[in-house]
C-alpha cells in the first residue's frame, strides 16, 4: 500500500466520512469555490446567505456587478471575487447552464477550460472537476502539501506532478477523492495546524514529523 493510500486509510477511520461539499445544490457549491478562495467558510457561509434570492445561473448572472459586490462582501477581495463570478457564468452559459451538457466534455479539456477563465487557478479548478462536475480527481491545497510534507512524503512541487502522482497511487474513485480532500482539511484543522497538536493525531505512528 503507497504512503498516500496510507494517509487515506488512517484519516477515514479516525474522522469518518465527512459528506462534502456543503452546499444545498450544486451551483450554490460552484459558486462558493470562488468565494472562499483566501478566506474561510464561515465568511462564504454569510455571503452565501445574502446571496440566496440570486442563487440560480439566470437570476446571478442578471444581478448588477454593484450588488453582487454588496452581496459578497463578507467574503472578503468581493470586487475580484464578484468579477470571477461572472466570468464563471460568462463560460457557463456556453453549455446552457445544463451540467449535462458536460459532460461528455474529457476532463483535460474542462480543466483547460476553467483555468482560461478569469480567477479561476489550479485549485479552484479542480475543486469544481471533483464536486461538481463528479471528476475523481485530487485537489492540491496548502493542507494537503503541508500534510504530506510533515508525514515524510517527498511530494513534487508541481501541482500537475503532485496531483497525478496521488491519482495514481489511491484506489479511490470519484466519492473517495472527495472524501480525501474533506478529510485533509478536518485533519488540518484538528491536529496538522500550523503549530501542531501531535497528541492523538491518527498519523503519528509513521509521521516523520519534519519540520516540527
Known amino acids: ?61 442578471a444581478l448588477p456587478m454593484e450588488e453582487l459586490e ?62 461538481a462536475f463528479q471528476r475523481p480527481v485530487f485537489v492540491v491545497d496548502a493542507y494537503a502539501r503541508r500534510i504530506f510534507a510533515r508525514f515524510g512524503l517527498d511530494m513534487p512541487e508541481k501541482e500537475q506532478v503532485f496531483r497525478l502522482q496521488v491519482e495514481t497511487e489511491c484506489v479511490l474513485d470519484t466519492e473517495g477523492f472527495k472524501e480525501f480532500h474533506a478529510l485533509i482539511v478536518q485533519h488540518a484543522k484538528e491536529h496538522c495546524k500550523m503549530k501542531p497538536i501531535c497528541s492523538g493525531c491518527p498519523l503519528v505512528d509513521e509521521c516523520e514529523r519534519r519540520g516540527v
Not at 474561510?40 to 434570492?53: F, G, H, R
Not at 458536460?102 to 475543486?127: F, K, Q
Open 70 to 131: 454588496v452581496a459578497i462582501r463578507s467574503s472578503g477581495f468581493y470586487r475580484q471575487k464578484a468579477k470571477r463570478i461572472k466570468a464563471f457564468l460568462h463560460w457557463y452559459k456556453k453549455y446552457d447552464y445544463q451540467l449535462a451538457h458536460l459532460r461528455h466534455v474529457e476532463t483535460e479539456t474542462l480543466r483547460a477550460e476553467l483555468l482560461s477563465i478569469h480567477g479561476i487557478g489550479a485549485e479552484t479548478a479542480n475543486v469544481l472537476l471533483l464536486y
Open 1 to 61: 500500500m503507497g504512503a498516500t493510500q496510507q494517509i487515506y486509510n488512517k484519516l477515514y477511520h479516525c474522522y469518518g466520512s465527512q459528506g462534502w461539499w456543503p452546499a444545498d445544490t450544486v451551483f450554490e457549491m460552484m459558486i462558493g469555490a470562488i468565494l472562499v478562495q483566501r478566506t474561510n467558510w464561515s465568511n462564504v457561509e454569510k455571503a452565501l446567505c445574502q446571496l440566496t434570492p440570486y442563487l440560480s445561473p439566470e437570476q446571478l448572472e
